[in-house]
């Protein structure tokens, strides 16, 4: 892990209390599409800096308007996309990076809190998956982002999707069914 990934992690769990669940799901080789509800701007540093993979992120292109932003973006491999008119070029860089055993992160959304908006969800990650044969693995992200309050990372079940326009449901259904592991409180038993 380098030095500023690891800077953020630490940081983003001193600030936000971070806990992520489930990560075993994502698998430890081979591309992988992470599919996840996208409710803060701190939502892909979050995915980046707690991931134990490499992971390229795919990022509106108007976040390159911004000279220290766009610095990371270009240090941790982020793919440019414009959300009206995605190119055919973005999508072959993303095929590209899944074909090459990579993982990619995207937010079907296509901006915060999209299905809260009513926003249409956007088609990549099951057009992706579609044709590369490489897993969906859905990532629910709980919590509010203020200080010292508590953000849960919690990854879903992987799978592949076989209809592009089913696939779409698919993905923001198996995102919206992921729950918080309940916790189980242990009573020591008393001896009669």
Known sequence: MDAIKKIARNGMRLLFRVEVIN???????GGAILCSN??????????VAFANRKINIVAKKELWNNKLISYFLNKYNA??????KPSIASL???????????????FPEGTRNGLAKEVEVKGGASFLSTIT???????????????????????????VVKNK??????????IEMIKEPCKVKVYKQKNC
């Open 23 to 29: 990560e075993h799901k994502v698998p430890k080789e």
């Open 38 to 47: 996208h409710i803060s701007a701190f939502d892909g540093p979050l995915i």
């Open 79 to 84: 793919i440019q996309v414009d959300r009206e």
């Open 92 to 106: 072959r860089e993303m095929k590209k990076v899944l074909c090459n055993g990579e993982v990619l992160a995207l």
């Open 133 to 159: 044969q490489k897993p969906i693995v859905p990532i629910k992200i709980v919590g509010k982002y203020r200080l010292f309050h508590k953000i849960k990372l919690i990854y879903g079940n992987p799978f």
């Open 165 to 174: 326009q089913e696939g779409i449901k698919e993905i923001t259904d198996a």
